[in-house]
């Protein structure tokens, strides 16, 4: 079955970069029309779009951050990485890794945990 | 680039079928069939329940069901049951700067 889950710091401080792997199993990036995307969200806040990337190298970015994103992949390692540069006390929030396919046309069915990242000093 | 808009919160009668809005723009929800919906419980990752406007992936209730019209795209839950209860998120293709955006959420309560 398809399974992901998000690793990371869970403090970081104002300035810093944010560094999250997400690492799945039971499907593979190698495979035509996989992705695996990125969605946030603030405590007690509503879902925020990040990132997306798929088998093809193809990276999608939320406009609103796309100068301080990175995502890149893994094939080998089943593992995508978002960074994230120059956090602020905004920024924290629950990240949460989830899978998807073309056909889904942007749906996320599979998702990680979450990983609560504070931002503080 | 701003988030979809949808109502805070809808309420419902165990029985009764609720419709939860989702308002966007001529560019992202208005020309895009690429409207997704999601459950999420409190404390739970988010559950999807429509894509591509109005289809359900395996195992999602019949209960479920999704519509456009112009800029408007629509949840409609009938026969509402309790384990309903939940936050419901949008989420739409924002079209040329290729990317995603979800809407503001909305809380739906079982009366």
């Known amino acids: 079955q398809i399974t992901l889950k998000e690793s990371g710091p869970t403090l970081v401080k104002p300035t810093q970069t944010l560094t999250l792997t997400c690492t799945f199993s039971?499907?593979?990036?190698?495979?035509?029309?996989?992705?695996v995307g990125w969605v946030r969200q603030p405590p007690g806040k509503a879902l925020q779009w990040l990132a997306l990337?798929?088998?093809?190298?193809?990276?999608l970015y939320s406009p609103i951050l796309r100068t301080r994103l990175t995502i890149t992949k893994d094939t080998s390692k089943n593992q995508v990485v978002l960074m994230m540069t120059n956090m602020d006390p905004v920024d924290t929030a629950t990240y949460y890794c989830?899978?998807?396919?073309?056909?889904?046309?942007?749906?996320?069915?599979?998702w990680g945990q979450g990983s609560l990242v504070t931002v503080s000093s | 680039q701003s988030a979809l808009t949808q109502p805070a919160s809808v309420s419902g009668s165990p029985g009764q079928s609720i419709t939860v809005s989702c308002t966007g723009i001529?560019?992202?929800?208005?020309?895009?069939?690429?409207v997704s919906w999601y459950q999420q419980h409190p404390g739970k990752a988010p559950k999807l329940v429509i894509y591509e406007v109005t289809k359900r992936p395996s195992g999602v209730s019949a209960r479920f069901s999704g519509s456009k019209s112009g800029t408007t795209a629509s949840l409609t839950i009938s026969g509402l049951q309790a384990e309903d209860e939940a936050d419901y998120y949008c989420s739409s293709y924002g079209g040329v700067q290729n990317y995603y955006v979800f809407g503001t959420g909305t809380r739906v309560s079982v009366l």
């Open positions: 039971g499907f593979s990036l190698s495979t035509p029309g996989v992705g």
């Open positions: 001529s560019s992202d929800v208005g020309r895009y069939n690429l």
């Open positions: 989830a899978h998807t396919t073309y056909s889904l046309l942007g749906g996320f069915d599979y």
């Open positions: 990337i798929y088998k093809t190298d193809e990276k």
